[in-house]
């Protein structure tokens, strides 16, 4: 009977390792992987213009740096022409993009969302303008289990803003991408 106990316990801890992002999204964004060193993501050919802040009031990361994305920066087929990078201590935490929509009807932001299901090993879920990639164990999480969680799970948010005609992506671990996202909501 004491066997069972432990075959139980190790399932419910083996749920709460989150996949790595190397594994939920291969290539990373940009050429940039969540988890990556800060310095040598900031060199990536693809940024241009790089202007950096740091967060004092922000607990959930520490920098975030602007950037204009260099000529033909691509995510998911779609032409980049801006974002940001956001480091917690040495690491990317948070990567994310802007492109240039049509309006909200644009085939464009169908294709990225479709690009994105071929690409990311995970499921998704689509509410009004957002659709998001994560994976989350089978099972209901307790509140500490689900923060500890948030801060190793990557995901990949697709935002439509429609007024702006801009589809966001943003890709990094669910923690500072909820942070992120509050941040600059509407």
Not at 48 to 66: G, I, S, W, Y
Not at 75 to 80: D, F, K, L, M, R
Not at 140 to 166: I, N, R
Request: aromatic share 6%.
């Amino acid at each position: 009977m004491s066997g069972a106990a432990l075959s139980i316990g190790a399932q419910r801890v083996d749920d709460l390792v989150p996949q790595t992002p190397a594994a939920f999204l291969p290539e990373g964004i940009l050429g940039i992987q969540l988890g990556g060193s800060w310095a040598e993501s900031k060199q990536s050919p693809s940024l241009h213009e790089l202007a950096c802040q740091p967060t004092p009031d922000v607990t959930d990361f520490d920098e975030v740096c602007f950037f204009r994305a260099a000529t033909a920066s691509r995510v998911a087929g779609a032409e980049i022409h801006d974002g940001f990078i956001v480091r917690k201590g040495d690491h990317v935490v948070l990567v994310g993009t802007g492109i240039t929509i049509k309006n909200a009807d644009d085939p464009l932001a169908e294709s990225v969302v479709q690009s994105f299901q071929a690409k990311i090993n995970s499921s998704f879920q689509h509410t009004g303008d957002n659709v998001l990639f994560v994976k989350l164990p089978g099972r209901h999480l307790t509140a500490d289990e689900l923060l500890g969680y948030s801060k190793k799970a990557p995901v990949l948010l697709v935002q439509l803003e429609a007024k702006s005609h801009e589809l966001a992506v943003l890709y990094g671990y669910l923690a500072p991408v909820n942070a992120f996202g509050s941040l600059t909501a509407d």
